[in-house]
């Protein structure tokens, strides 16, 4: 059973913070597994109170993520700029083994806000990894890496996310060997390779630790579906510096509605409407929500990708949120190895500024007016948007 708690923090005038009311209207939805409409609807609620902060530019924080990210226990609560005052129910709808219910909550949003979330973070997600392939065996479910990462990536470029998938690669990038070898260099080579390759900030991966079914026991096993458990752990890099920024590992068990020889379709919408797929979407969903505030107030970074005089064209565009006038503060690298063989980032924030002039899809086009710059500006160098306070 999942258990959701409800914690509202409210933000008033006598903690000597500036605070305005804000009424937001949101949508949440959840499906309903094995008949438990109360346990669909709770989750639903939660789903539209967390699309009401994020749309007032709140933080959903959640006990989920205390110790570094790490999924624990199934307990969620709100905290942050955007504070919830009231809830109001407006309509409840059950539809397609789904419930639908659209929240009115008052938000007093604080006027201290976070300043560096104006552009949308690129991210690649790579396919999701099978540590032990040979339990994929049951139900021939040796996809499921692959689709549950589509599914992870759609999820986390919708709505009010502050995050922007560029890429959901087709290939592993070999998360299982790094992990195996304990080698965090190795994860940071991956992280970098894979971010250069693919106009990316940051880097998710993951790798279901377990997906194990329960023995069937006891005369009663012949009529009862047998239990599924899955581990899932992720992996959040700095495509950058190659850094693991954090984890979250999320565990559950749910019931195995498929004949134990059935090949079953992941791909398919079926499958992720019975219990066991409903459970690890909504898992999922927890940690898509988890890396959105994670990431929420740290600086959109743009990769230099040519040089030209006084002209350079950076790796982020329209669709990162850059528009034409913009100004942008170039960061020089001067990465290193160190004498243990590691790698080592270092920057130093220059006294260019850029403009932006013009502004494509997925690049844009910066002038900067120091004369005599082209000595010192070099592709791979960065650019972060300069904050207007």
Not at 194 to 212: C, K, M, P, R
Not at 247 to 274: C, G, H, L, M, P
Request: aromatic share 8%; net charge negative; with cysteine.
């Amino acid at each position: 059973m999942r258990v959701v708690t409800l914690a509202f923090f409210i933000s008033l005038a006598a903690i000597g913070l500036p605070a305005q009311a804000r009424w937001i209207e949101a949508q949440g939805q959840a499906p309903i597994i094995n008949g438990n409409v109360s346990d669909a609807r709770a989750k639903a609620i939660e789903n539209a109170i967390q699309q009401s902060l994020m749309a007032a530019g709140g933080e959903v924080s959640s006990v989920q993520q205390i110790v570094d990210g790490v999924l624990q226990n199934t307990q969620v609560q709100w905290r942050g700029q955007g504070n919830v005052d009231q809830v109001d129910i407006v309509s409840e709808e059950v539809r397609d083994n789904r419930i639908y219910i659209t929240v009115r909550a008052d938000i007093w949003q604080r006027d201290k806000q976070c300043q560096a979330s104006e552009y949308r973070k690129s991210v690649t997600v790579a396919p999701f990894e099978l540590a032990r392939r040979e339990q994929a065996n049951y139900g021939d479910i040796y996809a499921i890496g692959e689709v549950a990462a589509e599914r992870f990536a759609r999820d986390l470029s919708s709505g009010n996310s502050h995050l922007l998938v560029k890429h959901t690669l087709q290939r592993p990038v070999g998360l299982d060997e790094a992990l195996q070898q304990l080698s965090l260099q190795q994860l940071g080579e991956i992280a970098r390779r894979v971010g250069e390759h693919n106009d990316s900030q940051y880097v998710i991966t993951a790798i279901f630790d377990d997906l194990s079914v329960a023995s069937e026991r006891g005369w009663l096993s012949t009529w009862s579906n047998p239990q599924r458990h899955f581990a899932l752990t992720f992996y959040l890099l700095d495509a950058y510096s190659g850094e693991t920024i954090t984890r979250a590992r999320i565990s559950e068990n749910a019931e195995w509605t498929y004949a134990r020889n059935a090949k079953v379709d992941v791909a398919a919408d079926q499958f992720w409407r019975e219990p066991f797929g409903a459970v690890l979407a909504q898992n999922m969903q927890d940690v898509v929500q988890g890396f959105d505030a994670k990431l929420r107030c740290q600086e959109t970074r743009g990769r230099i990708v040519q040089v030209d005089a006084q002209t350079i064209q950076i790796n982020i565009g329209r669709v990162n949120g850059v528009k034409t006038g913009d100004q942008l503060k170039v960061v020089q690298e001067a990465n290193f190895i160190d004498q243990q063989g590691h790698y080592r980032q270092k920057w130093h924030v220059s006294d260019y500024t850029a403009v932006v002039q013009q502004v494509n899809d997925t690049t844009a086009v910066a002038t900067i007016g120091n004369a005599g710059f082209l000595g010192n500006v070099q592709i791979d160098d960065w650019v972060v948007p300069v904050i207007k306070r």
